[in-house]
């Protein structure tokens, strides 16, 4: 018996990127996430190979989960040399082993910048989300330890008072992306920054998602069957963005939340926001199961 | 709206505070004070800079603890010992028993919201989830206030201190509260300005009964607002009674100087 046996060979990096107990951190801080649903838990926040505010946090807790295993979607704008989807998918699968893949059927873990994807998500998929700003009481408390007592109290009423405010000064709820949202009947989250129309996919869903904001070292959960309402009023509903009635220019795909296009001569043009989707469509392949049919979400 | 009458008969006090003391370090705020106020009635408190009135009315609002002491709100299903109740219990109860009026407008007003909507979150606090309903009760408890409606949705950055004044009251009421906390609600208006807000107060007593404790150092403002009076002095309380009696026939050296001072 020798040395060589007993040890591993020397590596540059450990398996995932970041070292085991980082990710032992991650882990437990994940689940405590979980298990108080909503509850934003601060962890340490260790470096990537990008820059804060562009989605370490989704990163961090991306390459906790994975393993050589696992299918891996990120959703993001643009395809540039910068930080977008292809790169941080790169990245993920040179440090992990993983696959990858552009389809969220094919997908167990869809790390996300803004949206939900349109097909339904299933209990064996993990959905990962890049946070900004995970304090949905900033607006209305800028003292922070004034806020963590607030939601100690689930004294909310401030951010009904927000709502109040648009309603008064603009006839209707302004508020799109980061629609604030009660989980699980406690702690008032927000799902930043998803539009309004993927929060109700949040609601009792099948699947887990972990939102995790990197330069602010927070991180909260959604567990499967959870209850995520947004905030209103009695007497004014809550309203998805209307999108039920545009159509993709590129794929002809209706009734799922659309990416508007200024166009020179002062319209618009549409494309549906989750491109896989559309090439799918395109491409004449049936889609998974969807969350909206006809723009009217049916759970 | 009436009150129905026993409020005034009923023998109880409403509010009792008994033996409390603050000291900040070296300085004692309180000394062994004791204030009761009765159902329906109006407490003035005067007393120079510094003598505890500020201090005391935000041991009354819950806002802080002192070092010692009794404090007890005479309503059901409020225990007895203020004081010893939790952080949660204690916010949850000044949130739904006590209304305040703070000298400084920027205590108690949240500056950039509209002025309706800082009377809407008190009732948002109390669990009100009904857009028309909030809206309804903010007009009304602001119009109570004597605010001009035409400029509800303002913000009290942009008002008057006069008006600002108005919305803290409007906000104040708006939950019927057990007690009215007044701390110089009219220091730093102008007379004429002060003259009207009083004549808002004083209308809101007679109309509603509101039991009703204001911190002053103006013993005008005393005199014509309050039945009893208390005179602090370096945190101790030096002489109580009958507003008319202290003024006339004032017991305290102190209170005699600050009488003839005034006079
Ligand atoms: N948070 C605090 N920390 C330290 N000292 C304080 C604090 N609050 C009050 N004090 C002190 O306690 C004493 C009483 O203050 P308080 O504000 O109650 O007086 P006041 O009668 O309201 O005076 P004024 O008429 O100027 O408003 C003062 O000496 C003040 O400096
Ligand atoms: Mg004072």
Redesign the pocket.
Known sequence: MSLDTLTRPWKAFSYGFLDASAKREMRRKILKAIAVPGCQMPYASREVPIARGWGTGGLQATLTLVNPGSVVKVIDQGADDSVNAASIRRFIARVSGAATTLDTVQATIIQSRHRVPEEKLRADQVLVLQVPNPEPLRPVEPNMSVARQMHADADYGRMWLQLYEQIVRSGRVMQGASYPSLVNGRHVMTPSPIPRWDVPKLNMAKHLTILSAGREKRLFAVPPFTRVEPLVFDDVPYRVEDHAGLTCHRSGARGVFMNEIPQEDGTSLHEVSDSQLGVKLLNGEAPGEMWYRDGVFRP | MERAAPRLVRAQPLLRMADVSKR??D?V?LEHVSAEVYPGEVLGIV??????????LRMMNLEELPDEGRYSLDLPGVPEHLFAMDGYARRMLRARHIGIVY?NPHLGLLMKNSSSGNVAERLLVAGERRFSVLREKAKQSLEASEFPLERMDAPPIELSGGMQQRVQLAKAIALEPAVLLL??PTTGLDVSVQALVLDTLKRLQRERRITMVI?S?DLGVIRTMADRVMV?RR?RVVEAGLVDQVFQDPQAAYTQALVHAKL
């Open positions: 900040y370090g300085v705020a007393g120079e800079s510094g003598s505890g009135k500020s201090t005391l000298q701390d110089e911190v150092h602090m945190g």
